[in-house]
């Protein structure tokens, strides 16, 4: 496949104003002061956009000083002041929302539509989280004696460090942020190197709608040597952190070993069971939509795609008539439908799925390789025929690649959706209201979406089980994270 076209038409990007990239530390945007700088890469283009200060050891210690220091005051606050300020920080990603999603666009690399889109999504995850902690409640559970009185408190953990990913650069870090400032916790964030934007945004948004200094603080740096500090120093009481299952571990593994709290949102291997009675037109359509969306770069990206056999030639048909009709080009212009990689690590990950298939007998239906030699494009790709145990259908992709397969029976495939040990999302299609059952009932996942995706809106929990992770965003659970129980009895 040729360089797309529009490529060229990137120049522009050279123009246009980035995030002036800095610390956010006891309320201060720092930078500069010979701290060590990394280049910040546009995906498109393969230029440098901007160099990104890291934390010195002494700004570590200073964030966490903060973040100690400000937890004091801030878990006395107000749950109508910290609300406040979550709502004001809604108002704000509204009308900021065209700024922060061009420069997601410029250092992640997806579509400005879809940049701009999870700006705007994230001020309704604001406007959740400020009616949420106004109903943080506890109980009261009747005595054994009259004269007894027992209550259960629900309090902030206190600091919490976190760790987010460069995929939804905005969104996995303002939930982290609103769900630690509205239960009145204090945090230090380390966001994504690769696409540091959105996070200097958000400190930004909470600075100008009153936020007290400490309360957060944004910090960049190598990320194993962050969070290794973090996670060791004595004021922190939890981690949380966005990513891969390999590193989930491995920072759990270290807060187990210091007993702090984590919530862990890891990587998925969705399966998707297309039975024989689904609407298989509708079901392709909106698949392949999903699929590529941010070049397949979700964690609950639908990822092995199970087509029960009566149906299975048509929906393979469908769906790569419906891909073969995205437009793969720089996300800054908005004639692109699937942006760039957003960092060139994930090409060579890409092409070992494809050549590991292509081995193992894999029909390549479109794509399988790099477009281009200038920024990270990939094709979007549809692999067909190929074994369980192809490397495509056991790892996470990550990337624009849909694996399909066929299956015969509902046992069959419920125990094949089963046999790894991710359980994030799931995607079932069928008109019958038995197989869907079944399906809710059997998949070990996190989330089911039947007919539609449904998942990841402020008001439903977001989250995963087996070695997808611990704990969930969003929904009345949000909370249930940066929150400790006491209890407390009374004599009179
Ligand atoms: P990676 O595992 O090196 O990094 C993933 C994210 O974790 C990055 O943001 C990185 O900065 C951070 N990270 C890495 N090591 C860390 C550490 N020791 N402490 C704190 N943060 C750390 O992988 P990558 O090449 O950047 O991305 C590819 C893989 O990451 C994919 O295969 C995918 O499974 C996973 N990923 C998952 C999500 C998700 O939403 N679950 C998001 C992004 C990436």
Not at 90 to 108: C, F, H, V, Y
Not at 206 to 217: C, R
Not at 362 to 390: H, K, S
Request: hydrophobic share 40%; aromatic share 8%; net charge neutral.
């Amino acid at each position: 496949m040729n360089q797309p076209a529009s490529i060229e038409r990137n120049a522009v990007t050279k123009a246009i104003a980035y995030e002036d990239l800095c610390l956010y530390i006891d309320g201060e945007f720092v930078k500069d002061g010979g701290r060590r700088e990394q280049p910040v890469f546009n995906p498109a283009t393969g230029e440098v956009i901007a160099q990104l200060p890291h934390a010195s050891k002494t700004d570590l210690d200073r964030a966490l000083a903060a973040a100690s220091r400000a937890f004091k005051t801030w878990r006395q606050s107000s749950p109508l002041d910290r609300s406040r300020i979550l709502r004001r920080v809604a108002e704000l990603s509204r009308e900021r929302q065209q700024d922060i999603g061009r420069n997601i666009t410029l250092d992640m690399g997806k579509p400005i539509a879809e940049a701009i889109g999870e700006v705007v999504v994230c001020a309704d995850h604001c406007d959740w989280h400020a009616e949420e902690c106004r109903r943080i409640y506890g109980r009261v559970i009747l005595p054994r004696m009259p004269n007894v009185r027992q209550m259960v408190l629900r309090e902030p953990v206190g600091v919490c460090v976190a760790f987010t990913p460069w995929n939804f650069p905005y969104n996995q870090a303002i939930r982290k942020i609103a769900a630690a400032v509205g239960a009145g916790c204090t945090i230090v964030i380390k966001g994504p190197e690769d696409a540091p934007s959105a996070v200097v945004a958000i400190a930004r948004m909470f600075h100008d709608a009153g936020l007290p200094p400490g309360v957060l603080n944004v910090v960049w740096g190598v990320p194993h040597e962050v969070s290794e500090y973090l996670i060791k120093a004595p004021d922190v009481r939890k981690v949380s952190f966005t990513g891969s299952v390999p590193i989930g571990k491995q920072l759990a593994a270290l807060a187990g070993s210091h007993m702090k709290r984590i919530t862990m949102e890891l990587g998925g291997h969705s399966p998707v069971i297309v039975f024989d009675d689904a609407d298989v037109d509708r079901a392709a359509r909106l698949l392949s939509n999903f699929k590529f969306r941010n070049a397949g770069q979700v964690c609950v990206s639908p990822t092995r795609f199970y087509v029960q056999s009566r149906v299975y030639d048509a929906f393979v048909a469908k769906f790569l008539d419906y891909t073969k009709t995205i437009k793969v080009g720089p996300g800054i212009d908005p004639e692109s439908s699937m942006g760039p990689l957003a960092h060139d690590r994930r090409l060579p990950a890409m092409e070992q799925f494809v050549e590991d298939a292509r081995k193992r007998g894999a029909t390549v239906e479109t794509g399988g390789e790099r477009i281009g030699t200038v920024g990270n494009f990939f094709a979007p790709t549809v692999l067909t025929n190929l074994p369980d145990d192809a490397m495509v259908m056991t790892s996470e992709p990550f990337g624009p690649i849909a694996p399909m397969t066929r299956f015969e029976t509902i046992d069959e495939v419920l125990a094949r959706a089963n046999s790894l040990p991710y359980g994030l999302s799931s995607y079932v299609f069928t008109t019958s209201t038995k197989n869907a059952l079944a399906a809710q009932n059997g998949i070990e996942a996190g989330m089911v979406n039947v007919n539609h995706f449904g998942q990841a809106l402020p008001e439903t929990p977001f989250g995963g089980i087996k070695d997808s992770g611990i704990g969930s965003e969003g929904g009345s659970e949000t909370f249930d994270g940066y929150l400790v129980t006491k209890f407390v009895t009374q004599m009179d």
